[in-house]
């Protein structure tokens, strides 16, 4: 058997290389991270249906505030942008800059 014939025949399993513990560890990761962005994406619909409910109940005053009475204080935050940066994928380069709003609408 020449050289080349060896080289051909190996068989390269690139999984082969992590152990059982590990690939369950990471399966269970990607799992959590999956459900999490689509419970964010859905929290996201219904921020959103709550915000133009808010614009629609005070639209007959004439005078729609910026902060509707959904405003939050103390620790919790929410709003689209903050709902649309968590979507981010965690290394993505533009998570946690609050004042670019162009790449929290960019999340798919």
Known sequence: MDLLSKFSSIEIK???RISETDRTFCQAHQAAYDAARASLQELEFFWE???RQQQ???ASTGNVPSESYLTTYGKLRLSERDIQEQRLPPHHPNRGHKGQSSA???VP
């Open 49 to 51: 249906d709550m915000q």
């Open 104 to 106: 929290a609408q960019a």
């Open 14 to 16: 690139p999984d082969a």
């Open 56 to 58: 629609e109940a005070l």
